[in-house]
T-cell receptor
Framework: DAKTTQPNSMESNEEEPVHLPCNHSTISGTDYIHWYRQLPSQGPEYVIHGLTSNVNNRMASLAIAEDRKSSTLILHRATLRDAAVYYCILRDDTGNQFYFGTGTSLTVIP | EPEVTQTPSHQVTQMGQEVILRCVPISNHLYFYWYRQILGQKVEFLVSFYNNEISEKSEIFDDQFSVERPDGSNFTLKIRSTKLEDSAMYFC?????????????FGPGTRLTVT
């Protein structure tokens, strides 16, 4: 399983944008980049995913580097409810296994 | 909105006892998963299940673990003889069929405490 590297923690002020980085230098051509988050005392929750192109949805945007060795999850306006652990995960082409790293714990300051 | 449910929310058991954790995946989903999370640690993949058989499993999923879909709605994880180190949060997840069905839906988890 290809490995991802994320900062252990980040802080953001409420209503400001947050950029959560992820390095995945050993990514293979068929690996999709997924982001999940885990709010306190809850199960993980899907945020967004992509392969090569940047992606937007109602929750966030995903910016993928041209060489695909890194990506950035962008929360456009952080709210207190966005405080969670954010996981960057590579899904291989069997589609079945998700390997969660240690993730980035995001603190949102009011 | 459909959701994955898990019962019980908290299970306390004595070392050596068998436990069964229950999950009801979303009704039209075809792939089912179990994960665990030891307190303060990362979420770890245990097993995936499709078409009534295990499709993949991790090193953690040894002979003490088994999974079953006994009817059209439930998906269970059995631990035959629990150890102290099995204490963790156990999450069930499910997704629809197809490689492009990227989103796994997770349940709220069952906290297993082995004493």
């Amino acid at each position: 399983d290809a490995k991802t590297t994320q900062p252990n923690s980040m802080e953001s002020n409420e209503e400001e944008p947050v950029h959560l980085p992820c390095n995945h230098s050993t990514i293979s051509g068929t690996d999709y980049i997924h982001w999940y988050r885990q709010l306190p005392s809850q199960g993980p929750e899907y945020v967004i995913h992509g392969l090569t192109s940047n992606v937007n949805n109602r929750m966030a945007s995903l910016a993928i580097a041209e060489d695909r060795k890194s990506s950035t999850l962008i929360l456009h306006r952080a709210t207190l409810r966005d405080a969670a652990v954010y996981y960057c995960i590579l899904r291989d082409d069997t589609g079945n296994q998700f390997y969660f790293g240690t993730g980035t714990s995001l603190t949102v300051i009011p | 909105e459909p959701e994955v449910t898990q019962t019980p929310s908290h299970q306390v058991t004595q070392m050596g006892q068998e436990v069964i954790l229950r999950c009801v995946p979303i009704s039209n989903h075809l792939y089912f998963y179990w994960y665990r999370q030891i307190l303060g640690q990362k979420v770890e993949f245990l097993v995936s299940f499709y078409n009534n058989e295990i499709s993949e499993k991790s090193e953690i999923f040894d002979d003490q673990f088994s999974v079953e879909r006994p009817d059209g709605s439930n998906f269970t994880l059995k631990i035959r003889s629990t150890k102290l180190e099995d204490s963790a949060m156990y999450f069930c997840a499910s997704r629809t069929g197809g490689f492009l069905a990227y989103e796994q839906y997770f349940g709220p988890g069952t906290r297993l405490t082995v004493t």
